[in-house]
């Protein structure tokens, strides 16, 4: 099984994200998923290609996405001869894209084991992509309260474009080193999470 996992899994199972320009504080998410099909894991393999979703930044399909928006709405205070932020509030909006195997009854025990593991993993993954932009969507809403006045509103708005890029780039680059991270570790992390899940089920059976 790990000759097989190695071979057939780890090319496919990079997981991406793209990001739209800015949002968050709060995330809102939704879920989708995309069909697979197939009895064994050259199958799977096949479909994951063919059918996952397709990343603009990639050029490339992949066994899972989130797509992001981040929106900021800003309250401008206009005084005698200082512009200032009076609110601010980013939120993140997430579409979270996932397969879902449809050849489960006819497969393998060791295929059925090995799909469960992995597709756990892809949703994990996918789920730290949503910690890292809310956690930077906060950072941005707390800078943007936290800017000092301007003595006009036009340059205060310049000061909050300029803001929001750079934590947005912030933002970007903690996500492509959370994928660097996740793809290099991905071969001990799977067969960690499937020994210990066959440690699991040969407990229960030494139970029964």
Known sequence: MEACLNRVFLA?????????????????????????????????????????????GTGQRHAGAVRMEFTSRLAYGQGSSVCRITDAEVTVKAKVILPRWLGRQRADADVRLIWDTLSRDIR??????????????????????????????????????????????????????????ENMTFEDRIMRLLNYRMQQIEAGRARR
């Open 12 to 56: 496919i199972l990079a997981v991406a994200i793209t990001a739209l320009p800015a949002s968050a504080a709060s995330v809102s998410r939704s879920y989708s998923y995309f069909s697979v099909n197939g009895n064994t894991l050259q199958e799977i393999e096949r479909q994951l290609q063919a059918r996952g979703p397709l990343v603009d």
């Open 124 to 181: 994990r993954h996918e789920e730290g992509h949503l910690v890292i932009a809310k956690n930077h969507a906060r950072e941005l809403e707390d800078t943007l309260k936290s800017l000092s006045s301007k003595r006009t509103c036009r340059e205060m708005e310049a000061m909050v474009k300029a803001t929001t890029a750079r934590i947005l780039a912030k933002h970007d680059a903690a996500q492509a080193r959370f994928d660097r991270i």
